[in-house]
């Protein structure tokens, strides 16, 4: 949780030294609201999607059922309340971060590989959930640059992460 409280602090700093303190908005403007429903939908379509995603690298890969397993025994036990505030925490700060102070500071690409460090395992078997939040942070990304609000990509990061680690608190797999 710190070091979400971290990212978020330093989006908002690193904001500011740009002269931009809102983050929220791309270029500290708000944008339309028929773009920020947008951003909410496409917010919750691609969250879906890529928890779909997760599932299906879930049931077809080893190397996803390893890092399943890592994962919950690394977090586990958690109650929902506790992966709510976790996917919360983890959503805005890693959205305001890397969306919100990096990338318009460091373009697309650049936001997207921090990100995907960010989500380095630690073993080289992890490397497709590396690139996989790569990919993510592309989607993330460019969902801000559409939409000028950062409301969808955390809408997305949410649910990716609240849909996920309560099916790995739910499911033990072997």
Not at 110 to 131: D, E, M, Q
């Amino acid at each position: 949780m710190a070091a979400y409280l971290v990212l978020g602090v330093a989006a908002l700093v690193w904001g500011s030294v740009r002269g931009q303190p809102n983050i929220w908005h791309l270029g500290g403007q708000n944008p339309a609201l028929s773009l920020t429903f947008a951003g909410i939908l496409a917010g919750l379509a691609a969250g879906l999607v890529l928890v779909f995603a997760s599932r299906m690298a879930l049931y077809r890969y080893e190397w996803a059922r390893e890092l399943h397993r890592e994962l919950r025994h690394m977090l586990f036990p958690l109650a929902v309340p506790e992966i709510v505030v976790l996917a919360a925490a983890s959503s805005v700060g890693e959205e305001m971060f890397f969306r919100g102070a990096l990338l318009p500071a460091i373009g697309l690409l650049g936001s997207s590989a921090l990100f995907a460090l960010l989500h380095i395992g630690p073993k080289a078997r992890h490397l497709p959930w590396t690139l996989s939040s790569f990919g993510a942070g592309l989607l993330f990304g460019a969902m801000f640059l559409w939409t000028g609000d950062l409301t969808g990509p955390v809408i997305a990061h949410f649910l990716i992460n609240f849909l996920n680690l309560r099916h790995v608190a739910e499911v033990e797999l072997r």
